[in-house]
């Protein structure tokens, strides 16, 4: 099995930064893709960026050009850099790996508050 906790999150004005980090433990050689997703108040969750073992990203429109994804294999650990925060970032953003091909593990969560 593999378990996630992230860390990271807090609050931050407008145009300003932060770093989400998503610790792997447990069968980590089993980990293929990971995720970013968050979910707002009264949303639904929604994927933010994807990182396969290859180092392969991608993200949604909404992050794009703002929002970096990146993975330490080696020291089991998944990144998320923000920059740019917009109000409508405002979620709690929760790590996501699938593992062996099959199963899926989620973090508990951290949330990110994006306010003047």
């Known amino acids: 099995q593999v378990q996630l906790v992230e860390s990271g999150g807090g609050l931050v004005q407008p145009g300003g930064s932060l770093r989400l980090s998503c610790a792997a433990s447990?069968?980590?050689?089993?980990?293929?893709?990971m995720r970013w997703y968050r979910q707002a108040p009264g949303k639904q969750r929604e994927l933010v960026a994807a990182i396969s073992s290859d180092g392969s990203t991608n993200y949604s429109d909404s992050v794009k050009g703002r929002f970096t994804i990146s993975r330490d294999n080696a020291k089991n650990w998944m990144y998320l850099q923000m920059n740019s925060l917009k109000p409508e970032d405002t979620a709690v953003y929760y790590c996501?790996?699938?593992?062996?091909?099959?199963?899926?593990?989620w973090g508990q969560g951290t949330q990110v508050t994006v306010s003047s």
């Open positions: 996501n790996a699938v593992y062996y091909s099959d199963y899926e593990t």
């Open positions: 447990g069968t980590i050689f089993s980990i293929n893709t």
